[in-house]
Structures are given as C-alpha cells and as structure tokens.
C-alpha cells in the first residue's frame, strides 16, 4: 500500500490550492487528510469514506474545504479555498479500510508522506 500527497506550495491568504493524494494497493478504503504545524499536535482536517457517502471536516476548515474522491482513479483531493496564514503546515493524506472514527489520526495505518502548504504573503 502507497500514498503520495502532492500539490502543496506557497499561497497568499485567500488563495487557493488543490491538494491529490494517489492510493495504490488498495481498496474500499476511507480516506483522511490531516495537518501538522511546527511545534502543534497532528490536526483532523477531513475524510470520506470509500463510496463517499459519509463526509467529515475539522472545525477550523468547514465552508472553507471540500474533500472529494475518484475511486477510477484511486485519488482523494482537498479542495482548499479562503486559505488563511494558519493552515499553514504539512499535509498529511492517510487511509485505512475500517475506521472506529475518521477523526482520530491512529485509527489509519496507512500514511503518505506529507506536503508542505504554506500561506503567506
């Protein structure tokens, strides 16, 4: 099982950006993205389940993201609008079959390597 994080990059506040994590190796698996800022504890941001029925956001980006799915092409995106100087950090995309609960980080077990975002003027 892989996951490769790609599209982060620098951004000025209300920016935009569209991150894609590629899964390969797997299947009928839930997704999650979470983030991690110098000297901050790892941080839910979102997830969606493999068919995408069940969609779930942090507080902190609700209105602001959107996570989204295509199972042809085994890739999760986050759609990152509004960008504010504090969702600065690594992106982390992560991804397990079952899930007690999307938001706890070490109910996934698979983990890709991160991307940076940076919002800055």
């Known amino acids: 099982v892989q996951l490769q994080a790609s599209g982060g990059g620098l951004v000025q506040p209300g920016g935009s950006l569209r991150l894609s994590c590629a899964v390969s190796?797997?299947?009928?698996?839930?997704t999650g993205w979470f983030r991690q800022a110098p000297g901050k504890e790892r941080e839910f941001v979102a997830a969606i389940s493999w068919k995408g029925g069940n969609i779930y956001y942090g507080d902190s980006v609700k209105g602001r993201f959107v996570i989204s799915r295509d199972n042809a092409k085994n890739t999760v995106y986050l759609q990152m609008n509004s960008l504010k100087p504090e969702d600065t950090a690594v992106y982390y995309c992560?991804?397990?079959?079952?899930?007690?609960?999307?938001?706890?980080?070490?109910?996934?077990?698979?983990w890709g390597q991160g991307t940076q975002v940076t919002v800055s003027s």
């Open positions: 190796g797997f299947s009928n698996y839930a």
């Open positions: 992560a991804a397990d079959t079952t899930l007690g609960s999307y938001y706890r980080a070490d109910e996934y077990g698979y």
